[in-house]
C-alpha cells in the first residue's frame, strides 16, 4: 500500500509535466521520484490523467498550448500519448460504457512505455554549429539526445550514457520544443541530490539551431566530467529562467 505520506499533489505533477513548475519545485519532485518508486508511479498515473484530460478536450487555454508543444512534437512523448489514445479506442470499442477498470488498463500501458530519450552516435552530413568544451581528442564524439517531460527512477527505463573507458567527448543534444526563432542559452549538468553538485556549466552562451518541432541547443564536455549516477541537465535562457530540464544516468559498461 502507497505510503501516505509521499502521496503527490496533483496540481504540481501536472505543472512539472507541461515545464511550468518553478526550478526549486521541479528539482525537489525529481529527487523525490529517484529515491521512492511510489512518487514514481504516482506520476506516471498523473500523466495517464493528464493525457487523457487533453483527449477529451477538457485542457484549455495555455496549459493545452504547452501539452501539445510537448506531446504533438516530442517522439517519445509522442508515442505516449498515442498509447493511451489507442488503448482508450480498444477498450470503449470493446465496452458499452466506459469500465470502471479502464484507468488501471491505461496506467499499465503507460508504465509500459516509461519515457526513454534515445541515446545514439550522432551521424549526419550537416551536423548543426556546436561549441566544444573539454574535448580532448577530435573523434566522434558519444551522443545523448534528451527531451524534455522524462520520468525516470526506480522501476523505470533510463536514458543512459555508457561511459567509455577512456576520455572522450559526450555531446549533449536537449530538445526545445514549441520554439521558433534561435535564440541563445546557457547549459549546466549537475548530479542528482541530495545533494546536487554541479560538474559543468557551459563557457559561453550556445546558440540553438532549428529541429522537427522546435529548437534544439547542443553543449560538448569531457567524460572526464561524470561518473556513474544520475544526472540533471538545465537549459536557461539569457535572462537566466529555466527553459527545460533533463535528466540521463551515467553507467559504466553496457547498461543491461
Same mark, same amino acid.
Do not use: C, N
Given at each position: 500500500?502507497?505510503?501516505?505520506?509521499?502521496?503527490?499533489?496533483? *496540481?504540481?505533477?501536472?505543472?512539472?509535466?507541461?515545464?511550468?513548475?518553478?526550478?526549486?519545485?521541479? *528539482?525537489?519532485?525529481?529527487?523525490?521520484?529517484?529515491?521512492?518508486?511510489?512518487?514514481?508511479?504516482q506520476m506516471q498515473a498523473i500523466e495517464v490523467a493528464l493525457i487523457e484530460e487533453y483527449l477529451d478536450g477538457r485542457l484549455k487555454g495555455p496549459d493545452r498550448t504547452r501539452f501539445e508543444q510537448r506531446y504533438l512534437r516530442v517522439p517519445e512523448l509522442v508515442r505516449r500519448l498515442d498509447q493511451v489514445r489507442t488503448a482508450r479506442r480498444e477498450h470503449t470499442t470493446a465496452l458499452?460504457?466506459?469500465?470502471?477498470?479502464?484507468r488501471p488498463i491505461l496506467a499499465a500501458a503507460c508504465l509500459a512505455i516509461v519515457t526513454v530519450v534515445v541515446?545514439?552516435?550522432?551521424?549526419?552530413?550537416?551536423?548543426?554549429?556546436?561549441?566544444?568544451?573539454?574535448?580532448?581528442?577530435?573523434?566522434?564524439p558519444i551522443t545523448l539526445v534528451l527531451s524534455p517531460g522524462v520520468v525516470m527512477g526506480p522501476g523505470g527505463r533510463t536514458v543512459n550514457l555508457n561511459l567509455p573507458a577512456g576520455e572522450k567527448s559526450v555531446r549533449l543534444i536537449m530538445e526545445l520544443p514549441g520554439l521558433v526563432e534561435p535564440a541563445d542559452f546557457s547549459v549546466q549538468v549537475s548530479t542528482v541530490g541530495p545533494p546536487a553538485t554541479d560538474v559543468w556549466s557551459s563557457p559561453s552562451v550556445?546558440?540553438?539551431?532549428?529541429?522537427?518541432?522546435?529548437?534544439?541547443?547542443?553543449?560538448?564536455?569531457?567524460?572526464?566530467?561524470? *561518473?556513474? *549516477?544520475?544526472?540533471l541537465v538545465t537549459v536557461k535562457d539569457s535572462a537566466g529562467a529555466v527553459r527545460e530540464r533533463y535528466l540521463f544516468r551515467a553507467v559504466t559498461g553496457n547498461p543491461q
Open positions: 500500500m502507497m505510503d501516505p505520506r509521499h502521496k503527490l499533489a496533483v *496540481g504540481p505533477v501536472k505543472e512539472y509535466l507541461l515545464g511550468k513548475l518553478d526550478d526549486r519545485s521541479a *528539482g525537489m519532485l525529481e529527487q523525490q521520484y529517484f529515491a521512492d518508486q511510489s512518487v514514481l508511479l458499452p460504457t466506459r469500465s470502471p477498470w479502464l541515446w545514439q552516435f550522432w551521424k549526419t552530413p550537416t551536423p548543426p554549429p556546436v561549441q566544444i568544451v573539454d574535448a580532448p581528442k577530435k573523434t566522434s550556445l546558440r540553438s539551431t532549428p529541429s522537427a518541432g522546435g529548437q534544439t541547443v547542443t553543449a560538448e564536455l569531457s567524460s572526464s566530467r561524470l *561518473g556513474p *549516477g544520475d544526472y
